[in-house]
């Protein structure tokens, strides 16, 4: 009786979730995973993005060498979105670190592609500096972190690489980061008066002034923000778990931690 | 002495005549100067004042002597409306005469804010944010966020739809160097050259029009695959368009890169070195002009690009008129892409076949109740990305376009931080520009090939 019951229920179940999911028989398949390191499989399924697996084992003993090297300040290398290698870093070893990247022989990553800024209110160094770097020579990226406060400056890559001069700028203006060292640190993007520093995440989509052109003043005023309809947020969470073959997915892997701790990605 | 005046009655007739004083002066009675009034002229008359320093002087010997003045540079505005100026550029010019001593670029004018406003919309409504960066070659921006979601979603689009991307991103690249080609001659002075390749854009156009519905920004490439496949017919037109563009291409060489005045106006006008290029984080044209092999098409194959054969030209001197003629290979090159693209065509399906990113077949929405569940949260809230980060690069035509994605695993990106390669090119403006003179820093804003909508995103 049970058996019946079990076979019927059981046959339902499936039956549902066969619907649902693109993925048919989930429970059988083998679920895609980023942390093949041992054993790297070649993904086969064709709408799962190929990796090279040699690219990433050759990343991942570079990060290990990196982190040899620069003991002092390599607090984590880790490995995100398949095969980007990243180092993580304290503020005091921008300059150490990304000079030992430009000029190592088995480094050589001469160009700074970017240096992005990233507000993460709830941690206590709130801010994130991420530079990007390339190497011609090795055809190979890589990825430094540092984090900071509203107060704490930052060294200037400016000396190590001229290309950080308007990246620089750029965090100041729109992020805060006072950026020590740098030869000629002024906003760039905002107005030429404006107070504020736009991107971080307290700063409101609309900001807080408006300008408009007054014919009694015969100029461009600034004045208190009013808008027409009020800001309307979108609350788009979904009730139900989104990826289930991603379960199992890391978002980064962790090659080198020697600080220990474990920081939770946001 | 009138002793003699008693006698004097004989002389009666004779009062018509003068009398002869031989002792008195003739006007006596006037007074001329004398001793005294000659003494007070002796001596200094005015002494010099700082308002008599301003009056101008006769020099009455020969020798001048040199006058030590103060000279300053002259600072000028090259503001932000101006027709050389590529957009909203405002350059702040040190001008010594007429040679440049320093240049300041001043951004910001058309600064959107869209690394912000992408934070709050999902991933499908941020598609036509990433139109409007280089807005002369949109669908290769869209490739690179395409590729850049891609990599977070950790999917792969099926083949045709990386070849309709290679058609689409090589088709901007034509468009793009078509403008940036005869804007430079324009700037130079050549302006029919403008006029004929703006024709040329026009056809792409109405490409791009017939592909997706919209001419300039069509958010067509979009990540999962393509929106829509190409219509019938299209592969054929395109076809002719390209085997009709490398003669329109030979018709503006003629007038321009065999012209003396070009060369003269373009040769040895910011020429940069290999590893300043660099240093300074150049990339694309900038970068090959200078001899450095670098192209993210075959250094890192992206979307099918190591399927098809192409040559990607170097500069040698690394000035202007290097940079015109790589442009010019470069579309000759794309015209070639985009033939094999045609001929190789894969038969299939564009969009990838998982249905919880792409959105289902409008027929089967309005048949299946699955489709329609999935159509409508794909509409509304949007596909959800796994959490992670990446930094994705495409081969814009410019340069490096590259994506910084962080996703927080809803289906708004945490953070989008965009690298153009024209913020970069613009900020080597203030190294490449100084010693030049006023009218080739107009040349040189030129082929540097810088947008706005790049710049200021």
């Known amino acids: ?266 | 002495m009138i002793w003699f005046k008693k006698y004097l009655p004989i002389f009666r007739y004779t009062s018509h005549v003068r009398d002869f004083k031989t002792c008195v002066l003739l006007n006596a009675k006037r007074w001329a100067p004398d001793v005294d009034f000659m003494k007070q002229f002796e001596g200094v008359a005015i002494y010099p004042t700082e308002e008599i320093e301003k009056y101008f002087k006769v020099i009455y010997s020969s020798i001048v002597r040199p006058v030590e003045r103060k000279l300053q540079n002259m600072w000028i505005n090259f503001g932000p409306q101006h027709p050389a100026a590529h957009g909203v550029l405002r350059l702040i010019l040190e001008l010594d005469g007429e040679t440049v001593v320093r240049a300041d670029p001043h951004i910001g004018y058309l600064h959107r804010a869209t690394e912000k406003l992408m934070e709050h919309k999902h991933y499908t409504q941020n598609l036509p944010f990433v139109d409007r960066f280089d807005y002369v070659s949109t669908l290769a921006n869209e490739q690179g966020f395409a590729i850049a979601v891609e990599t977070l979603l950790n999917i792969e689009v099926p083949p045709r739809a990386k070849a309709i991307r290679v058609l689409c991103s090589e088709l901007s690249r034509i468009a793009n160097h078509l403008l940036n080609i005869s804007g430079t001659i324009l700037d130079a002075g050549g302006i029919t050259p403008f006029f004929w390749m703006c024709e040329e854009r026009e056809k792409i156009y109405e490409l791009h029009e017939r592909l997706c519905g919209a001419r300039v920004h069509c958010a067509y490439v979009r990540p999962g695959g393509v929106s829509q496949d190409i219509p019938i017919g299209f592969l054929d037109d395109v076809h002719e368009f390209c085997m009709k563009l490398g003669e329109r291409c030979d018709e503006t060489e003629d007038i321009a890169t065999e012209n003396r005045l070009y060369y003269a106006r373009t040769a040895g006008i910011g020429a940069v070195k290999a590893h300043e290029a660099i240093y300074h984080g150049f990339s694309g044209p900038m970068l090959r002009c200078t001899g450095v092999k670098w192209d993210l098409r075959i250094a890192l194959p992206y979307d099918g690009y190591d399927l098809y054969d192409f040559d990607v030209p170097v500069g040698t001197m690394g000035d202007s008129y290097d940079r015109h003629l790589l442009r010019l290979i470069e579309l000759r090159q794309s015209l070639r892409i985009i033939n094999q693209v045609i001929d190789t065509m894969p038969a299939g399906e564009i969009r990838t076949d998982d249905s919880k990113i792409s959105l289902p077949l409008r027929a089967e929405m309005k048949t299946s109740m699955e489709a329609l569940i999935h159509h409508f949260k794909l509409c509304t809230e949007g596909y959800i990305v796994p959490p992670g980060a990446t930094y994705t690069a495409v081969e814009c035509p410019k340069g490096e376009l590259g994506f910084y994605m962080v996703a927080d695993g809803t289906s708004k990106p945490y953070r989008v931080g965009i690298r153009s390669c024209s913020y970069n090119h613009l900020a080597g403006l203030s190294f490449m520009g100084k010693g030049l003179m006023l009218a080739d820093i107009s040349i040189l804003i030129a082929t540097i090939d810088i947008v706005f909508g790049d710049i200021d995103r």
Request: hydrophobic share 35%.
């Open chain 1, 1 to 266: 009786m049970s058996f019946l019951l079990k076979r019927t229920l059981g046959a339902g179940k499936n039956l549902g979730r066969a619907v649902l999911n693109s993925n048919q028989y989930t429970g059988i398949q083998r679920v895609a995973t980023k942390t093949d390191v041992a054993t790297p499989q070649v993904e086969t399924r064709p709408t799962v993005a190929k990796l090279d697996p040699l690219q990433k084992s050759q990343l991942i003993d570079f990060g290990k060498y990196i982190a040899e090297c620069m003991p002092k300040y390599v607090q984590k290398v880790q490995i995100t979105a398949g095969n980007e290698l990243e180092v993580l870093i304290p503020p005091e070893g921008v300059i150490p670190i990304l000079q030992f990247l430009k000029d190592h022989h088995s480094a050589q990553f001469a160009s700074l592609v970017d240096i992005g800024g990233m507000d993460v209110p709830n941690r206590p160094y709130r801010f994130e500096v991420i530079y990007n770097l390339l190497s011609l020579r090795y055809n190979a990226r890589i990825r430094v972190k540092t984090y900071t406060d509203e107060l704490t400056p930052v060294d200037s890559a400016c000396e190590v690489f001229k290309a950080a001069n308007w990246y620089e700028r750029e965090i100041w203006d729109m992020f805060g980061v006072f950026f020590a060292n740098h030869p000629d640190l002024r906003r760039i993007l905002t107005d030429y008066g404006f107070e504020g520093h736009p991107f971080r995440k307290d700063f409101p989509l609309s900001g807080y002034v408006e300008l408009r052109y007054d014919d009694e003043q015969k100029r461009v005023v600034v004045e208190p923000l009013e808008l027409a309809q009020e800001f309307r947020r979108f609350e788009l969470s979904a009730p139900w778990e989104q990826f289930p073959n991603f379960r199992g997915n890391p978002v980064s892997e962790e090659v080198v931690n020697q600080s220990g701790d474990q920081p939770k990605k946001e």
